[in-house]
């Protein structure tokens, strides 16, 4: 498996409160993504990286930040989570040149309630 | 931005017949089409996937075709076997390089391969 790792793997929070999802990579892939994937909608981009302090939003992204200090790390908050974001977030990395294949982390299911 | 349909949401087929998933995409910029596999409590991952300038390919029982002018891709399953049940997605994405490079996926297909 490519060297992605998300934190935590499930999460309750109550609704109000901040909530910060981590993707981590070893693989020093320059795209990162963060996607939520809900029943009957497939995988929904939130946000996504290009590089160093380089992000952008995706499709579904109200309610959500994001921030990439080092190559490594992708971060995903929920500044005040509510129970519509009760969802699966997939973390993501793509070299997007020589190698086309995307990896993804393991999940975190995360519930507000 | 890209959009991609997918059709059908759900579809039950009977073990050894095939299985073919449709997909469409709205950006012609468009050029790279991969299929990912998700089996129930995992990962996506990538099982087999086309570029703009080949019109079929195919690994073993997996076939993905590829028609640039309507702007559509399919996978065809054939043999299916019940491991094959999962759910499947399209992507498209935009040349490489760029700094919108973002998989656009398909909202998915339940297949249930029935023994």
């Known amino acids: 498996d490519a060297g992605i790792t998300q934190s935590p793997r499930h999460k309750v929070t109550e609704t109000g409160t901040p909530v910060t999802l981590r993707c981590h990579q070893t693989?020093?892939?320059?795209?990162m993504y963060w996607y939520r994937q809900d029943p009957g909608h497939g995988l929904r981009l939130i946000h996504y990286s290009y590089g160093v302090k380089d992000t952008d939003k995706g499709e579904v992204s109200d309610g959500y930040s994001v921030s990439r200090s080092k190559t490594e790390d992708f971060l995903l908050t929920l500044e005040s989570a509510t129970s519509s974001q009760t969802s699966v977030y997939f973390c993501?990395?793509?070299?997007?040149?020589?190698?086309?294949?995307?990896?993804f982390g393991q999940g975190t299911r995360l519930t507000v309630v | 931005g890209e959009n991609v349909e997918q059709h059908p949401s759900t579809l039950s087929v009977q073990e050894g017949d095939s299985a073919v998933i449709k997909c469409t995409y709205s950006d012609s910029a468009s050029n790279y089409f991969p299929w990912y596999k998700q089996e129930l409590g995992k990962r996506p991952q990538l099982i087999i996937d086309?570029?703009?300038?080949?019109g079929e390919k195919k690994d073993q029982r997996i076939a993905v075709t590829l028609n640039k002018t309507a702007k559509h891709f399919s996978l065809h399953i054939t043999e299916t076997q019940p491991e094959d049940s999962a759910v499947y997605f399209c992507a498209a994405t935009p040349p490489f390089g760029a700094n919108d490079y973002k998989l656009s996926f398909g909202a998915g297909t339940t297949v249930t391969v029935r023994a």
């Open positions: 993501a990395i793509n070299q997007g040149y020589m190698s086309t294949e995307a990896f």
């Open positions: 693989e020093n892939h320059r795209y």
């Open positions: 086309i570029r703009s300038n080949v």
